[in-house]
């Protein structure tokens, strides 16, 4: 062989290699895409059972299927990779097309011409052949898997990351040389796999503002539904500005919708073929029309329901919703309507109440306690919609102490015993409940208790086993005995005795001589214990805690309050500065801006957070104690009244202190306090460089030792 046809034939060689090395990378690229595809089916999965329990079983059971799917998958891909290592060791070393297969042929196949056996070959096409045996050695029939009892059956099986042939049962050893060396590339060639179809993007609309009783607002009546009513009290030209940016936007992105999507909304984006215009609605259901299913909604700037077809509901995007509804339901107050069953009287009232739809008036709030306000509509010629409807025989007034109160101006203030000589004293509201009478709240959930239950051995009514209500034993004043059970307590950190010395994190400085520190324990006893399989293990350190609460799985599995936090409530709260999840315990709230103070147990901030981003704190969070201990500076006292002084000497406490390991003497301790001395890396103290910038004066102190107290006692 000259040289020359040397050369072309190394580089004809070269150029094969090269191709087959290409082919290669895209294979390993589909791979690792459809692994990909694997794990975010695998993170749905935690999200569908985050549901009621009346659907926990059947998703449970779908989930189930879809894992017993992604276990054979994985399965036969580590199967290939396996087989992949195996008839790679047992060839040569060299990866040309010279190199024969040492697998034994079978004799009934006859002679079979030498085909590639490497892992060029295993992920890229086969070779022409004439043959109709596969090139791969493949057996005629797909190998049986083996059934598992079900006691030893494990619920989630994973292969094994070097061979799959740990995780399927053989009987015979003969079995891993019959799999087939193409079920890999054909795998990957044939895999497809469908995201999950997650709902569409939701953003949940801020709350209304309250309306303050005894005021007078400037009111747009939108829709009238029987007794009841909308109106708009904000800027109208601003909900229309609104609307016409929702039609400019979604006539440029529309988005093709399935009728299951559509359904998983809760806000959407609704298209009104009157008048030609997008506006914010809320999804109520899906109807039966003529020839297709449509859809009902609620447009939350109107007031009104309206019924369309699927096409012409879009998903509200997060730009239209940081403005609340606009519509208020209200009701007419110090009146009730006449005739409710005459469906004809109903008719005329509704029909009466449409003339003065899309009219400018005031209304003054009577009550704002529930969904539906009570007003007084006040039309611009001075008159009340209210007194209209009494005089046109629509409602008849009924006896409200406001009412009265308008009609006569000249009440003097002062108590009413000794001013007002004709009070009549039958003409106050009854209450048959002590408990609405004192603290004005009337108890719905008696509606499922039973009234004729008195106690007793049966635990039963009269009624026996066809009695639906509950059988509770209520409180002679009329308290009810349902109660919601919370988190109050959380374990402490035991605090060390006076005259010792530790290494302690600053975490945050609330004052000029008080801040949060954490001790710092040595690694070797901070590491959380490895648990068996199948083993779930609460946090046993701040770092481990952190990060389960923040894993994908957790924060989808987060449920929200179902009550308003009450103040001492431990729960998970959102940091917005670093958008993670924390332990919090809740001090404050306040109802009109829907804020909740809460300070942050393990590291000792107060932050003020929205109500919608404080969830419930799971139990095997609560087993680590608060890492976070209120520490106040040995010596340290103001030098003036001024806090002006104090916020200065503050923030120069912080920048000598903040997010710094320090070593700390124990000089006393208190019920959840300790008082310490601070030194710096150099071993200068912290408390004599505030003074020496004369931001505090330094007070005579000594070591407080308590060891002989065996009894202490907490003055609350």
Same mark, same amino acid.
């Given at each position: ?57 059947? @998703? ?23 087989? #992949? ?52 050695? +493949? ?65 949940? #609309? ?43 936007? %979604? ?54 329901? !309206? ?120 003409? +106050? ?23 004729? %239950? ?11 086993? !066809? ?40 975490? %945050? ?6 801040? %949060? ?65 924390? @332990? ?108 020496? !910038? ?17 009894? !202490?006692?907490?003055?609350?």
């Amino acid at each position: 062989m000259s040289f020359v046809d040397l050369a072309t034939l190394t580089l004809h060689r070269r150029n094969e290699v090269e191709a087959r090395i290409n082919v290669f990378l895209s294979k390993c690229d589909h791979a690792v895409n459809d692994i990909q595809k694997l794990k975010v089916q695998a993170q749905s999965l935690v999200l569908q059972l985050n549901c009621e329990p009346s659907e926990l079983k059947e @998703r449970f059971l779908s989930c189930m299927k879809q894992l017993d799917e992604f276990t054979y998958l994985l399965t036969d891909f580590n199967l290939a990779l396996g087989q #992949l290592e195996e008839n790679h060791a047992s060839s040569e070393y060299t990866p040309v097309h010279d190199t024969v297969p040492k697998t034994p042929i079978p004799p009934h196949m006859g002679p079979i011409p030498p085909h590639p056996i490497n892992l060029i070959d295993v992920l890229s096409e086969p070779t022409p052949s004439t043959s109709t045996a596969c090139p791969n050695l +493949c057996p005629t029939e797909k190998p049986k898997r083996m059934k598992v009892p079900k006691k030893d059956q494990l619920l989630i099986a994973f292969s094994s990351a070097s061979s799959s042939a740990e995780s399927m049962p053989q009987t015979k050893t003969e079995m891993v040389a019959k799999e087939v060396q193409c079920e890999l590339a054909e795998g990957v060639n044939a895999l497809t796999i469908k995201s999950p179809s997650s709902p569409p993007e939701c953003c949940n #609309l801020p709350a209304q503002t309250l309306l303050q009783v005894d005021h007078i607002y400037r009111a747009t009546i939108m829709s009238i539904d029987g007794a009841s009513f909308w109106i708009i009290t904000d800027d109208i030209d601003e909900v229309c500005k609104l609307m016409v940016e929702m039609t400019e936007f %979604y006539k440029n992105n529309r988005v093709e919708m399935s009728l299951d999507e559509v359904s998983a909304l809760t806000y959407c984006a609704f298209y009104d073929d009157d008048s030609d215009c997008f506006y914010r609605a809320l999804f109520i259901k899906i109807i039966e029309q003529e020839n297709a299913l449509g859809v009902e909604v609620f447009l939350m700037d109107t007031g009104e329901v !309206r019924s369309s077809h699927a096409a012409d509901v879009q998903p509200l995007a997060p730009r239209f919703c940081s403005k609340p509804p606009y519509a208020r339901c209200c009701h007419l107050a110090g009146i009730d309507f006449n005739s409710y069953q005459d469906e004809e009287m109903i008719k005329r009232q509704e029909d009466f109440i449409k003339e003065y739809r899309a009219i400018q008036c005031r209304i003054e709030v009577d009550d704002n306690t529930s969904e539906s306000l009570g007003v007084y509509v006040i039309l611009p010629s001075g008159e009340t919609l209210n007194d209209i409807l009494v005089e046109k025989g629509f409602a008849h007034a009924t006896d409200n102490p406001k009412a009265e109160q308008n009609q006569n101006h000249t009440i003097n203030m002062g108590p009413p015993g000794l001013v007002d000589s004709e009070l009549d004293i039958t003409q +106050c509201p009854e209450y048959e409940d002590p408990v609405e009478a004192v603290t004005g709240y009337s108890n719905r959930d008696e509606a499922d208790i039973c009234k004729h %239950y008195k106690g007793g051995p049966e635990k039963t009514c009269f009624k026996g086993t !066809r009695c639906t209500k509950k059988h509770i034993m209520k409180h002679p004043d009329g308290w009810t005995l349902d109660r919601v059970e919370v988190v109050a307590k959380l374990k402490k950190v035991p605090l060390p005795p006076p005259d010792s010395w530790h290494k302690v994190h600053v975490t %945050y400085v609330c004052h000029f001589d008080r801040l %949060y520190v954490q001790f710092v324990k040595e690694k070797d006893a901070v590491e959380d214990e490895v648990p068996s399989f199948g083993v779930v293990l609460p946090p046993a350190s701040l770092t481990s805690l952190v990060r389960d609460m923040n894993s994908p799985a957790a924060r989808m599995a987060y449920k929200p309050l179902m009550l308003t936090p009450a103040p001492g409530e431990y729960v998970a709260a959102l940091y917005p500065l670093d958008n993670q999840w924390y @332990r919090a315990r809740v001090l404050t709230v306040t109802r009109a801006d829907q804020n909740v103070e809460v300070v942050y147990v393990d590291y000792g901030n107060v932050v003020w957070v929205k109500e919608d981003e404080i969830r419930v704190l799971e139990p095997r969070y609560l087993s680590l104690p608060e890492q976070a201990v209120r520490c106040v500076l040995a010596g340290v006292g103001a030098r003036s009244r001024h806090s002006q002084q104090w916020a200065q000497a503050k923030l120069a406490l912080a920048s000598m202190v903040q997010e710094r390991t320090l070593d700390a003497r124990v000089i006393g301790r208190d019920y959840d306090e300790l008082i310490i001395e601070l030194y710096d890396e150099e071993g200068y103290s912290v408390a004599e460089q505030l003074a020496a !910038r004369d931001m505090v004066e330094l007070t005579d102190y000594s070591v407080e030792p308590d060891q002989h107290l065996t009894k !202490r006692v907490v003055a609350a």
